[in-house]
């Protein structure tokens, strides 16, 4: 899977997996690319980031290749970004 390309800002992901238990990914290769457009925001694999809902999730990946190839100056490269989930414990009523 592979997310290529965009405009200033934009996001680019080639794998969003929020609130899933279990995900697995095996044999794939997963792949944001900025193709040289600067200003770009990339994560090749994004776990509990800017997807709802925002819930426990187990992923598995093996035998893959994950890459975040930014070429343009401007442009930010992550290969995998994960959320942890946790409860606020200023939301619990006392």
């Known amino acids: 899977m592979s997310s290529l ?8 992901t080639a794998l969003v997996i929020a ?8 044999n794939v290769a997963l792949i944001s690319d900025d193709q040289g457009n600067d200003g770009l ?7 509990n980031w800017n997807a ?3 819930a ?8 893959s290749t994950i890459a975040s190839k930014m070429e343009a100056p ?3 490269a992550v290969a995998i970004i994960v959320t942890s989930v ?3 414990p200023r939301s619990s009523a006392s």
């Not at 390309?5 to 680019?12: K, V």
């Not at 609130?19 to 095996?26: H, K, M």
């Not at 925001?41 to 776990?47: I, L, P, R, T, Y």
């Not at 426990?56 to 035998?63: K, R, T």
Request: a negative charge; hydrophobic letters at 35%; aromatic letters at 16%.
């Open 19 to 26: 609130g899933s238990a279990p995900f697995y990914a095996d």
């Open 56 to 63: 426990p999730a187990q992923v598995y990946i093996s035998y």
């Open 74 to 76: 401007d442009s930010v």
């Open 41 to 47: 925001n990339s994560e090749a694999v994004a776990v």
């Open 52 to 54: 709802s809902p925002i």
């Open 5 to 12: 390309g965009g405009t200033w800002g934009n996001w680019s």
């Open 86 to 88: 946790s409860e606020n």
